[in-house]
């Protein structure tokens, strides 16, 4: 059965592609087909080309100026580029008819990195995806459809965002971005006969969902935002490509985590507070709920820590263990860890707690002993605008272990500290077992 690696398009984003790509070599994860648009035609034609120290190289020293000869100063998103070449008047609409950017260095750029020779001899097949801009027809293209020596030509084509890039000729018609069609192309993949697919999304919430849940299908998606698409700092590039390393080892099961990289084998030894986190969240929507008055004078959202603790399942069942390990990385991230550290679980939980301190740095945790739900509320309010996360999970972790907050207080504290609350409980989880 062949493997077919899926590329979606979004600018500097897609050295997150790359990441993948690395974590893919170390797992021996090969590949027969792989289709792109627009940056992910680039970096697919490199995975064609199996040249992968080649594309590291291209991302780690790529400055703006390989692409473009505008001075792009505002921002690293596509409205602030506008916004800082725009202006009213004829300058604006001669720009966007011939496209916003100069950006003649493009395609030498594209000629010095891909090599249309080697990946037409190469056993790996390769598609991407443009569009006549004529008539908006989409054009999803295998190196076998593509004329020889135009190669390099449709990937242009592919990766021209226009109306920021310039439309791109070729014979006598003009193509623009794939993105306009397909900015991920997977159904082009499976037409070329891929029966397992490895999807990289450079957007957070899936472009494809459909596609999420099959059997066939591993989808790798940003556990972190990438930036802008036209982010050239050094610093960014290298963070995208880490993080995609990170994401694919996740997805294909060498670390354990979502956001965070947890070893498999430091999760051993955790099965009672696995148990008992569970139990406290049970516990905690339970008493929020249990003689609750049947019509509230405020609506309060009190699943909102279980959405934050489920927010990664993508409808995909959520067993225990995920449950306590969305709780350490809520704790972690409240305690501003690092997500680039490969942890073992009780490392991060003596760094959470290192963190978190003595109870004499918390001298608001007596709040939670009020009986009056609104009087908390107030405080609480108030205190979201003067503190932190850490001191707000601070103050609910060292408040009395054994007091009954009751359904009212429990609610509030639902409502209003659902983040700082999720990670108090993964710490207690653990001091008690």
């Known amino acids: 059965m062949k493997r077919g690696i899926v590329l979606s398009g979004g600018g500097t984003k ?51 100026g390989d692409l473009m000869n505008e001075n792009y100063q505002r921002g690293h998103t596509v409205q602030g580029f506008l916004k800082s070449i725009f202006s009213p008047g004829e300058f604006m609409r001669s720009k966007i008819s011939a496209g916003a950017v100069d950006n003649s260095p493009f395609p030498e750029f594209i000629h010095t990195n891909i090599d249309e020779e080697v990946i037409r001899k190469s056993p790996v097949d390769y598609g991407l995806v443009t569009v006549r801009n004529r008539d908006r027809k989409p ?36 193509y623009i971005d794939g993105m306009y069609h397909d900015n991920l192309p997977i159904d082009l993949a499976v037409s070329m006969g891929a029966g397992e697919l490895i999807v990289v999304d450079l957007h957070q919430e899936a472009q494809h969902p459909d596609y999420e849940g099959r059997p066939y299908v591993t989808y790798i998606t940003p556990s972190e935002d990438l930036g802008g698409i036209l982010a050239f700092d050094p610093v960014r590039i290298r963070k995208n490509i880490e993080m995609g390393y990170r994401d ?26 696995v148990e008992r986190y569970n139990l406290y969240c049970a516990v905690g929507q339970a008493t929020a709920n249990l003689n609750a008055k049947t019509k509230l004078k405020k609506k309060m959202d009190v699943n909102q ?67 009056k739900a609104s009087t908390l509320y107030k405080r609480m309010k108030a205190l979201k605008k003067e503190k932190d996360s850490l001191y707000l999970m601070g103050c609910l972790y060292h408040y009395d272990h054994n007091a009954d907050p009751g359904y009212a207080i429990m609610r509030e504290i639902l409502w209003s500290l659902p983040k700082e609350l999720a990670g108090c409980l993964f710490v207690r989880a653990i001091e008690a077992c």
């Open 14 to 64: 897609g050295a997150y592609e790359v990441g993948v790509w690395r974590a893919l070599n170390e797992l021996g994860i090969d590949y027969q087909i792989v289709t792109g648009t627009s940056i992910g035609s680039i970096n697919g034609a490199l995975m064609a080309m199996q040249d992968y120290e080649r594309s590291e190289k291209m991302w780690l020293g790529m400055q703006m």
């Open 139 to 174: 054009f999803s293209l295998t190196k076998s459809m593509i004329p020889e020596g135009l190669l390099a030509d449709y990937i242009i084509a592919s990766s021209s965002v226009y109306p920021v890039f310039p439309m791109h000729l070729i014979g006598e018609e003009y």
């Open 248 to 273: 694919a080892m996740r997805s294909f099961g060498k670390y354990k985590g979502y956001v965070y990289c947890f070893r498999p084998e430091s999760l051993s030894g955790f099965d009672s507070a």
């Open 305 to 371: 820590m279980f959405r934050l603790i489920e927010k990664y399942a993508r409808g995909h069942a959520v067993q225990k263990e995920d449950y306590f390990i969305r709780g350490a990385e809520i704790a972690a991230e409240v305690c501003g860890l690092s997500h680039e550290t490969i942890w073992d679980m009780k490392d991060l939980v003596d760094a959470v707690k290192e963190k978190i301190g003595p109870a004499e740095a918390y001298p608001d945790r007596t709040m939670f002993a009020c009986k």
